[in-house]
């Protein structure tokens, strides 16, 4: 468990409403970090615009390709093989290029404890198939950064107009407004809203095409 968990959920109870009503129904359940960075990363790529059951078979399928799932491995793989394993050209490119980045130290791993959420970002979008929303996701499920507000999530976007506008159409404004209420706990938030449209642990889905 983030160790902000039970401060964050005290804090949403007593300032917003419909937390209080949320968030005692899923009891004990909290958000958990698994994998290592670049395979978080490589795994949203490959999940990208196709259903999760055939991302998973995708997935096995390449990480089976390497010995270890590590940059400089990924490197070394022929692209024939890794097309072989179900993925298209442009997400080769894309898994390549994130190897590179991590390979030269582009991005700086070391430095992201100390590092802002949107230096972060910033360091994450400069890579080939890695848009805003990917990033988001990873601060929330990978870095457990406990203030992020995905508003280009479309779970997010409908569960606040499910719980908050009775089902009517939310903006990113109307959104804003929302999750004034929940700073600085809006990753511990925008996890009971997407909890509310479906009582298992999900990952979100983007409005756009990016998907992780």
């Known amino acids: 468990m983030p160790a902000y968990w039970t401060e964050a959920c005290r804090h949403l109870v007593k300032k917003d409403r419909v937390m209080k009503r949320l968030i005692p129904q899923f009891g004990d359940s909290h958000l958990q970090a698994r994998?290592?960075?670049?395979?978080?990363?490589?795994?949203?790529?490959?999940?990208?615009?196709?259903?999760?059951?055939?991302?998973?078979?995708?997935?096995?399928?390449?990480?089976?390709l390497p010995k270890k799932m590590t940059p400089a491995n990924v490197l070394r793989l022929k692209v024939d093989d890794m097309r072989a394993a179900g993925l298209s050209a442009r997400k080769v490119e894309y898994l390549v290029d994130l190897a590179i980045h991590f390979?030269?130290?582009?991005?700086?791993?070391?430095?992201?404890?100390?590092?802002?959420?949107e230096a972060i970002i910033a360091?994450?979008?400069?890579?080939r198939g890695i848009g805003r929303w990917t990033a988001e996701m990873f601060l929330i499920f990978y870095l457990m950064r406990p203030n992020v507000l995905p508003l280009d999530d479309?779970?997010?976007?409908?569960?606040?107009s499910q719980n908050y506008f009775s089902g009517e159409s939310v903006s990113r404004s109307d959104a804003r407004e929302v999750a004034a209420a929940?700073?600085?706990?809006?990753?511990?938030?925008?996890?009971?809203?997407?909890?509310?449209?479906?009582?298992?642990?999900v990952?979100?889905?983007p409005t756009g095409t990016e998907q992780i």
């Open 35 to 64: 994998g290592d960075a670049f395979s978080t990363l490589a795994r949203s790529i490959v999940g990208q615009q196709i259903s999760v059951k055939a991302a998973q078979t995708v997935w096995h399928r390449f990480e089976a």
């Open 203 to 205: 990952l979100g889905t």
């Open 182 to 201: 929940w700073s600085p706990y809006c990753s511990v938030a925008t996890w009971y809203i997407w909890r509310s449209l479906d009582p298992l642990p």
């Open 103 to 117: 390979d030269a130290g582009t991005v700086h791993v070391k430095d992201w404890a100390a590092m802002d959420d």
């Open 154 to 160: 479309v779970g997010l976007i409908t569960g606040i």
């Open 123 to 127: 360091e994450l979008v400069a890579i």
